[in-house]
């Protein structure tokens, strides 16, 4: 049974920074890309960055270039977010993703909420103005 588990998020000041950390099981790590996405309140889930299985190549949603950093670590099976200069509107459920045993699915950048099976249950990201 694969399972993603979230943590790292909480209450901060704009301009500071958290990082988030996702530990998956169940599933061969190293051959998955993975992906983050978060949802503010009344809003739909929306992508943030993805990453391939190598770790070579990263796609990041244009609110978030320059600012986040997506990395992971298949030795540990972890997908990390590092998320710099926080801004209110940052303020979301942050989710991780994987796609299906036979990849991803949807377009170009692994952006979309449907190319992708399982999901982790969130981390509260909050960013005080």
């Known amino acids: 049974q694969v399972q993603l588990v979230e943590s790292g998020g909480g209450l901060v000041q704009a301009g500071g920074s958290l990082r988030l950390s996702c530990a998956a099981s169940?599933?061969?790590?190293?051959?998955?890309?993975m992906g983050w996405f978060r949802q503010a309140p009344g809003k739909e889930r929306e992508f943030v960055a993805a990453i391939r299985w190598s770790g070579g190549t990263t796609y990041y949603a244009d609110s978030v270039k320059g600012r986040f950093t997506i990395s992971r670590d298949n030795a540990k099976n972890s997908v990390y977010l590092q998320m710099n200069s926080l801004k209110p509107e940052d303020t979301a459920v942050y989710y991780c993703?994987?796609?299906?045993?036979?990849?991803?699915?949807?377009?170009?950048?692994?952006?979309?909420?449907?190319?992708?099976?399982?999901w982790g249950q969130g981390t509260q990201v909050t960013v005080s103005s």
């Open positions: 993703a994987a796609p299906p045993p036979w990849g991803y699915s949807g377009s170009d950048g692994y952006s979309e909420t449907k190319g992708y099976d399982y």
């Open positions: 169940g599933l061969t790590f190293s051959i998955y890309a």
